[in-house]
């Protein structure tokens, strides 16, 4: 009778949470804190929530152990947005069909909240009471970031979320790498520093091209080398035992779902996303703006990417500025939480691996690693939905998660919280 308790409170826990639309921009999380905080309550488990706003609150809640080690697990509430006109269903109807559930959300990663919660509330209605505190983070403002979700708390509340360690997301697919089933674990992640290119050319009339010097056109030759740029390289520690698996550090001869998980850990990348030139028709612009998104391997310093980076552009005539730089950090390999992710590995599927990763994007768990050291994994397990699949899905139209999927993340937390060692 448990096994389907667990499943249809689960069940019904997300669709609520899919229910309440939650795209960032604006947020509006107060709207999924609150619907956890009514569930977690009613399971007797005492909640907070902390808001720099009032309608973008953080959730907070607790099992209080026996002064052991503590768990932090935690997960975004916010989503990105969703165009109605692309989907089959309506993106906030929770709908359950043919053993699915879908919404805006349904994977990145309203499922990995509503597993959290229910995980917490089944193991509090148990009266279990864990080696260390197991805290239950739903926070705001992952998918922008502007400091209203966990670098905020981190900052401002830093007591209520404090960790030894944190189960978060990024990894958890299921792959076959030479023949043996393989579960990926989000253990680094590369670091966020996005560069602005400023191209300077000569402004003029645009019914006269010969008299000015176009800064866009010139632009476009500089994105053009971009885009055939090939980065060196790296031999990274972080994605060592990943590439020992694997077998191979020349993504080539690789099949694309294993080729997608193995480029990112070799090399940094970059992404041109925003430009910006002449407002005016009939003006040939002096100045363009390009933004590219950029993601450096953990360990690699922004002074060692711009060089190689201004190599490849060659000459011209442009400023080469960072925007930012977040992120990049990483978690040890040989600790507790590794072994009770791994125990449940091999339950699920004996002869399995766990498979350290370097997470392509940024997750929370930086925040998380940088503010108190925490040893941060990302992992939710799913083996019905095929990771391909999964991976078109998140931040795009349909996205939905299989039940059993959702049943199995739940009965994961549950596992690491009963196992992880004093
Ligand atoms: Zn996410």
């Not at 706003?53 to 026996?66: D, S, T």
């Not at 390999?333 to 590794?338: A, F, G, I, K, S």
Request: glycine content about 8%.
């Amino acid at each position: 009778m448990a096994t389907i308790s667990v499943r249809d409170e689960a069940t019904e826990l997300l669709q609520g949470l899919l229910r309440a639309n939650t795209v960032n921009p604006p947020g509006n999380e107060t709207l999924a804190a609150e619907l956890l905080q009514a569930y977690l309550e009613d399971a007797g488990v005492e909640c907070e929530l902390y808001a720099k706003v009032p309608e973008r609150a953080n959730l907070v809640a607790r099992i209080p152990g026996r002064g052991g080690p503590t768990l932090a697990l935690i997960s975004h509430t916010d989503t990105v947005r969703a165009d109605p006109e692309e989907w089959t269903l309506d993106p906030w109807s929770g709908e359950l069909r043919d053993g699915e559930i879908w919404g805006r959300g349904a994977l990145d990663m309203k499922s990995h909240v509503a597993a959290a919660a229910v995980a917490v509330a089944t193991l509090a209605r148990e009266g279990f009471v864990p080696a260390g505190d197991v805290i239950f983070v739903a926070s705001a403002d992952e998918e922008v970031g502007e400091d209203f979700g966990l670098s905020w708390l981190c900052a401002n509340h830093p007591d209520s979320i404090r960790a030894d360690y944190c189960v978060n997301e990024g990894g958890g697919d299921r792959l076959v790498i030479n023949g043996r089933p393989a579960y990926l674990c989000g253990t680094a992640e590369k670091m966020s520093s996005p560069f602005i290119l400023r191209v300077h050319g000569r402004s003029g009339h645009a019914s006269m091209p010969g008299i000015a010097d176009n800064a866009l056109v010139r632009a476009s030759r500089l994105i053009q080398r971009l885009a055939e740029y090939q980065p060196k390289t790296r031999d990274l520690p972080e994605a060592a035992a990943f590439l020992q698996l694997v077998g191979t550090n020349d993504p080539s001869e690789l099949d694309p779902p294993l080729r997608a998980v193995v480029e990112p850990m070799l090399a940094h990348a970059i992404s041109p996303t925003i430009i910006e030139a002449s407002k005016q028709t009939n003006v040939i612009p002096a100045l363009c703006t390009v933004v590219c998104d950029c993601r450096l391997l953990p360990g690699e310093t922004q002074a060692e990417a711009e060089a190689e980076i201004r190599a490849a552009l060659g000459e011209d005539n442009y400023d080469f500025a960072w925007v930012e730089g977040v992120g990049g950090t990483a978690s040890p390999l040989d600790t507790p939480l590794w072994r009770a992710i791994e125990s449940f590995v091999d339950e699920l599927e004996p002869g399995a691996a766990l498979a350290p990763i370097v997470n392509a994007g940024f997750t929370d768990s930086h925040f998380m690693r940088s503010a108190f050291g925490t040893v941060c994994y990302g992992f939710f397990p799913m083996r019905a939905m095929d990771s391909e699949v999964a991976a078109a899905l998140i931040h795009s139209a349909d996205e939905r998660i299989p039940v059993d999927d959702l049943e199995l993340g739940t009965r994961f937390l549950m596992h690491v919280a009963r196992t992880l060692e004093e």
